[in-house]
């Protein structure tokens, strides 16, 4: 008897997977016939990237892009909170604080280089691409720009990173924080890749505010500032 139920279920599970699968097919084949060529869609698609990246990333861009930001602020790694933690008590909490400061202000130098890249990735977007997107969960662009760009952008930020620390001189008060967290008796020395992690939480940042911007385009329509926008996107509200 419980195996005639349980066969029962899978039947009738299997019929809906296979019912909602052809929906969804159905849709994705009738995008086209709402009044909007392939083409269209996929421009309607870049234009709510190209806002997204224009939008977010010139902000995080600024001096203080992330470190004003809490939602991406950079903090420190859990091998630095120690360090932070002792330079406090020890009366060093100015150097502590600018040290953090300076580690967001190099991620912030670093993000420019991200436009070209994601510009390529965004040129490069076939229409199934732009389906799938549409269709797709609300951050779909988003994890598209990720998967089409981390690789890049890794490359390019972490010799821009390593600059930058340099530049604004973090390179050098890290050296002295941590030489002299090494100092204290009895602590675990520590020797952390500040510009490996630095490049990693900088291109973190990139991704969740682009993320934000696409969530509000996808749920607002005040945020769809064109008339293709507008087109595109009532596709996914339907």
């Not at 967001?104 to 070209?116: H, I, L």
Request: proline fraction near 3%; charge should be positive; include cysteine.
């Amino acid at each position: 008897m419980k195996n005639i139920f349980f066969k029962s279920l899978v039947v009738l599970f299997t019929i809906t997977l296979l019912s909602s699968c052809a929906e969804l097919q159905q849709v994705v084949q009738n995008l086209p016939q709402e009044g909007l060529s392939n083409e269209q869609i996929a421009s309607g698609l870049k234009q709510a990237l190209d806002k997204g990246i224009d939008k977010e990333v010139t902000q995080l861009m600024q001096p203080d892009g992330f470190y004003k930001d809490q939602m991406v602020k950079i903090l420190l790694p859990a091998e630095l909170q120690k360090v932070d933690k002792t330079l406090r008590n020890i009366g060093l909490g100015n150097l502590a604080d600018q040290g953090l400061l300076l580690l967001n202000r190099a991620a912030s130098d670093a993000v420019k280089e991200a436009k070209p890249i994601f510009v390529s990735a965004i040129q490069n977007m076939t229409f199934t691409d732009a389906k799938n997107i549409l269709l797709g969960d609300p951050t779909a662009a988003t994890n598209y720009l990720q998967q089409k760009t981390s690789a890049q952008l890794y490359q390019k930020f972490k010799p821009q990173v390593a600059q930058s620390l340099q530049k604004v001189n973090a390179d050098k008060v890290w050296h002295d924080i941590i030489t002299r967290y090494n100092q204290v008796p009895f602590v675990e020395k520590v020797n952390p890749d500040l510009t490996d992690y630095v490049t990693r939480k900088a291109m973190d940042g990139v991704f969740k505010k682009i993320a934000v911007e696409e969530k509000q385009i996808r749920s607002n329509i005040n945020e769809r500032t064109t008339d293709l926008l507008k087109k595109v996107f009532a596709l996914q509200d339907k």
